[in-house]
């Protein structure tokens, strides 16, 4: 039974930062891949970045490639998401979600494991 619990979210004004953390557990956490989505208001989830296992591979969808970095700590079983230069289009509940596998997938069904997320609301 894996079990996900996301942090860091708030209110954020346009340019800030924020960074959301993600903490694990279960069994083989730490052989899975990770990866944070994020649904906004009246839209579908969307996945937002992505690590693999040993963290030697990651991806960004285009929207945040250059503001947002994902990082995992195995030691710690915790999963980041360091979001610098908030615009008010980042606003959504972000979820983080582990693979069935080391490699990461940017198909939604290939995470079958999701937390309940927390909310981030960038304003103007």
């Known amino acids: 039974q894996v079990q996900l619990v996301e942090s860091g979210g708030g209110l954020v004004e346009a340019g800030g930062s924020l960074t959301l953390s993600c903490a694990a557990s279960g069994d083989g956490i730490c052989v899975s891949a990770m990866g944070w989505f994020r649904r906004p208001p009246g839209k579908a989830s969307e996945l937002v970045a992505a690590i693999n296992s040993n963290a030697d591979n990651s991806y960004y969808t285009d929207a945040v490639k250059g503001r947002f970095t994902i990082t995992r700590d195995n030691d710690l079983n915790t999963l980041y998401l360091e979001m610098n230069d908030l615009k008010p289009e980042d606003t959504a509940l972000y979820s983080c979600?582990?693979?069935?596998?080391?490699?990461?997938?940017?198909?939604?069904?290939?995470?079958?494991?999701w937390g309940q997320g927390t909310q981030v609301t960038g304003t103007a």
């Open positions: 979600a582990s693979g069935q596998g080391p490699l990461f997938s940017l198909a939604p069904h290939s995470y079958p494991n």
